[in-house]
């Protein structure tokens, strides 16, 4: 029976892809990528030759039915995106859910994504987090992070270099300006590094100096412990 595969390519180092990624990516009949150019590189730096198709954020919802009866038919197809996990903060729900109603098989392959990195160097408690990706640009924005005031788990947060400064300042002013964060930057990239502070000083430090490159926030819960010993007396 076929499959459809969702294969996780590297988020800056291309030696990060995986020997089973390698094989799949060879063996499949056809590669669905967010960018076929980007994918051709990454092709071409593993030595694979495959069959590519653009599949992106613009064209899922048209193509997701035709591609899936393509895979019950009987073709192996495996999806990439440009950096990362298919389906994090990038197109393959619509995709998947196509081909789990049409009785396909789909197998996702373990291997690279942002946020778990960016996690696990904040030095902020990674048990248990909250992914909310990318906040929405205007309508919704300051309600999603209303919803978050009371939120005790890590949250972790796409964004992306231009925007940073505004939405530090923005979980600063509804969070408070002493909540600790971490930001993290070009992940496995020659550039890599992670800042560590409270919102208020990540503020500070990337208003003087702007940033680059892909970007993920990670930012502590809420302490009620903390939030009742600060809790002014009368």
Not at 95 to 113: D, F, H, K, W, Y
């Amino acid at each position: 029976m076929a499959k459809l595969y969702l294969v996780p390519t590297p988020v800056g180092n291309l030696d990060d892809i995986t020997l089973r990624a390698i094989k799949v990516l060879r063996k499949v009949d056809l590669v669905l990528a967010e960018d076929t150019r980007r994918a051709g590189m990454l092709l071409k730096h593993i030595g694979v030759e495959a069959r590519l198709l653009s599949h992106h954020k613009f064209n899922e919802h048209l193509t997701a039915k035709m591609l899936a009866t393509r895979i019950a038919a009987g073709e192996e197809m495996a999806l990439v995106t440009d950096a990362g996990t298919p389906g994090i903060s990038d197109p393959g729900f619509l995709l998947v859910r196509e081909a789990v109603s049409q009785g396909i098989v789909v197998e996702c392959l373990p291997g690279a994504t942002a946020f778990v990195p960016a996690l696990v160097c904040s030095a902020l408690p990674c048990e248990r987090f909250a992914f909310e990706g990318f906040l929405p640009q205007k309508k919704g924005r300051m309600t999603r992070i209303q919803a978050l005031m009371d939120e005790e788990r890590t949250m972790i947060f796409y964004e992306s270099p231009h925007r940073l400064c505004r939405l530090l300042q923005e979980l600063a002013q509804a969070f408070g300006d002493e909540r600790q964060a971490a930001v993290s930057r070009e992940i496995s990239k020659l550039h890599e590094e992670t800042q560590r502070g409270t919102l208020s000083e990540l503020h500070q430090y990337y208003t003087a100096t702007p940033p680059k490159g892909e970007i993920v926030v990670c930012v502590e819960g809420l302490n009620r412990k903390r939030k009742v010993k600060d809790k002014p007396t009368d």
